[in-house]
């Protein structure tokens, strides 16, 4: 009886999880609001990074592997990403192309100071998960006809997200010395966090899965998904039109 009572309230947990992807993001939101209108860096990372210089690997893992976990825009992607890929092959293949995008961006916009007003790229990044929802809700195919390549569209809005990072790297305003090491740090960091967010939510997609109502509130999610985009695209045109 306590078992039965305890896969109910599991139910009861996983049904909803659509709506429980909104309410965290609004609460993100709401919790950071005044960070991301002023699209500001934490005051305490950045007032360490700029006191310190050489080669500090430890402290920029770190603040990779922050960046990464706490960025609900990137995780949001990253979501939209595996939704429907149930192969580790698969999985890791996208992950890997996302991943080798950002990457590349950041390091090439933070070390040759490539900056990209971060207003506007945020709203890039909003956009690609507003992107990831069609896609996953089979909008491009009824729409229009055919099917965007997922694989290189993937790839480009990893580069997109990739200048994202950049522009917070930036913002630390990082000491030359010992720059190209710290910066590789970095991403080592945030491939870290990124690890760890997709593994959480790999765990909680196995379980919804195997759910019989998955698909019923996948439809639901990718909807409430696509509304978080345009919602991130909202946000950051209207920090850029104050700024």
Known sequence: MQLALLRGSLRLFIAPLSLLLTLLLVLLLL???EQALAHAVAQGDKGYI????GVKLIAFIYLGAKHMVTGYDHLLFLLGIIFFLYRLR???LYVSLFALGHSTTMVIGVYFNLAINSYIIDAIIGLSVVY???DNLGAYQRWFGFQPNTRVMTMVFGLCHGFGLASKVIDYEIAQDGL???????NVGVEMGQLIALSAILILMGYWRRQPSFFKH?????VLMMGAGFTLIGYHLVGLAVS
């Open 31 to 33: 919790g950071i609001s």
């Open 50 to 53: 700029q006191e310190i210089s």
């Open 90 to 92: 698969d999985i890791t």
């Open 132 to 134: 990831k929802a069609l």
């Open 180 to 186: 190209l090491p710290n910066l590789i740090a970095f």
């Open 218 to 222: 996948a439809y639901s999610a990718n």
